[in-house]
């Protein structure tokens, strides 16, 4: 059972690269979402999706892109990388019924420099 | 302006006593609670829920209670065991969706042998 599951683990970029996190469920589920977690902090949310086509905002977008084109996959672009963008970044997703858990994927580490 | 507040960054229990993680939360619209462990170099792991229509939901040795007047509630884990040792995340969403987690910052647990 795969679950959630991201690509790359690690990876560095340096100021002003831009790049794809990666972020694929086998679960068949309609919710997907993008977190970060900075040191000493929790989970904060980045942007979401309901569904297919259907993307918003979360507490931290600035700087982020996002895009669902399929229900399986739905990947987090960093248009222009800056040093504040360090941090570990987790998907999850869920399925559409009612207060059902988010599951997460391992996380992808990723360092600016 | 923190919406849920784990306010023990660490706790420390001996094998075989019971474990207590707090969590206070200050907006009145969340409806739904969720607590999630963490190892390092792992996603979070989806540990137990409770709806705001119930104060006690229990899952074996897990059992989440809800106090909605005080805005808090709590994790106890009995017994406590050295595999339970990992960052406890209370999370929590409003309107049913569970679109939105609002994470606390996390208590460190430590069960000594």
Redesign the interface.
């Known amino acids: 059972n795969a679950g ?1 599951t991201q690509t790359p683990k690690f990876q560095v970029l340096k100021t002003g690269q831009s790049m794809t996190l990666q972020c694929a469920q086998d679960m068949n589920h309609e ?1 997907m ?1 993008w ?1 970060r977690q900075d040191p ?6 980045i942007h ?1 999706s ?1 569904g297919a086509g259907i993307t918003d905002q ?2 931290v977008p600035n700087g982020y892109n996002v895009s669902r084109s399929t229900t399986e996959d739905f990947p987090l672009r960093l248009l222009s990388a800056a040093p504040s963008q360090t941090s570990v970044y ?1 998907c ?1 997703s ?1 399925p559409g019924q ?10 992808t580490r990723l360092s600016i420099l | 302006d923190q919406q849920v507040k784990q306010n023990s960054p660490s706790l420390s229990v001996q094998e075989g006593r019971i474990s207590i993680l707090n969590c206070d939360y200050t907006n009145s619209m969340f409806d739904y609670f969720l607590w999630y462990k963490k190892y390092p170099a792992e996603g979070p792991t989806f540990l137990i829920s409770i709806s705001s229509i119930k104060d006690k939901n229990e899952d074996g040795r897990f059992t989440v209670f809800l106090n909605k007047s005080a805005k808090h509630l709590s994790l106890h884990i009995v017994p406590s065991q050295p595999g339970d040792s990992a960052v406890y995340f209370c999370a929590a969403s409003s309107g049913g969706s569970n679109y939105k987690l609002t994470f606390g910052k996390g208590t460190l647990l430590t069960v000594n042998p």
């Open positions: 959630v919710y979402s977190y000493g902090m929790g989970l904060r949310l979401y309901v979360g507490e987790f999850a869920r009612w207060k059902q858990p988010q599951h997460f994927g391992d996380g």
